[in-house]
T-cell receptor
Framework: GENVEQHPSTLSVQEGDSAVIKCTYSDSASNYFPWYKQELGKRPQLIIDIRSNVGEKKDQRIAVTLNKTAKHFSLHITETQPEDSAVYFCAAQGGGSYIPTFGRGTSLIVHP | NAGVTQTPKFQVLKTGQSMTLQCAQDMNHEYMSWYRQDPGMGLRLIHYSVGAGITDQGEVPNGYNVSRSTTEDFPLRLLSAAPSQTSVYFC??????????????FGDGTRLSIL
């Protein structure tokens, strides 16, 4: 089955800095890669996703890049703000499986 | 538009008790799924459904049952609660897109403790 590894587990940045979270996956047939943000005690929220026919996708301060050859995808957050502090999860899905596989999460802390 | 609604928000059970976690969505989504979230483990899929009358197992189905009699509702039943089932449970829904369940909307979660 699919295996997703997410790094780092914790990321601490100063307000205004950029943050990058990376995920690697094992199944080359995976074709859908979403990212979720979960604030403390709240529900996960889908923030951005990318499909395997696209190399990069942007939405205001967040972007996701995909390298199919290397089997990794990354979340980029620019001009970080304290409200970006949360746990971010990546996931990979596809290859004939209905089931998405999640990374273990990255705790992002943005210091004012 | 309430989205995905889960009840209860908190529950404490004794070992061996049974209970049902309720989940309802009002977006007419075909796909619904249940996840458990444990510290450091991310989200793990318990069961999912691709439409009324159709359910299937996820990664960690043992000890849980589901049914999907309507598009809106997808309850999760704990048959005989065990301390290992202490967790936060999330229900999710999504529109049919591509070939996977790809959760788009989550409920607020149910925090379940088994003593």
């Amino acid at each position: 089955g699919e295996n997703v590894e997410q790094h780092p587990s914790t990321l601490s940045v100063q307000e205004g800095d950029s943050a990058v979270i990376k995920c690697t996956y094992s199944d080359s047939a995976s074709n859908y890669f979403p990212w979720y943000k979960q604030e403390l005690g709240k529900r996960p929220q889908l923030i951005i996703d990318i499909r395997s026919n696209v190399g990069e996708k942007k939405d205001q301060r967040i972007a996701v890049t995909l390298n199919k050859t290397a089997k990794h995808f990354s979340l980029h957050i620019t001009e970080t703000q304290p409200e970006d502090s949360a746990v971010y999860f990546c996931a990979a899905q596809g290859g004939g499986s209905y089931i998405p596989t999640f990374g273990r999460g990255t705790s992002l802390i943005v210091h004012p | 538009n309430a989205g995905v609604t889960q009840t209860p928000k908190f529950q404490v059970l004794k070992t061996g008790q049974s209970m049902t976690l309720q989940c309802a969505q009002d977006m007419n989504h075909e796909y619904m799924s249940w996840y458990r979230q444990d510290p450091g483990m991310g989200l793990r899929l318990i069961h999912y459904s691709v439409g009324a009358g159709i359910t299937d197992q996820g990664e960690v189905p043992n000890g849980y049952n589901v049914s999907r009699s309507t598009t809106e509702d997808f309850p999760l039943r704990l048959l005989s609660a065990a301390p290992s089932q202490t967790s936060v449970y999330f229900c999710a829904s999504s529109q049919r897109q591509g070939a996977g369940i790809q959760p788009q909307h989550f409920g607020d979660g149910t925090r379940l403790s088994i003593l």
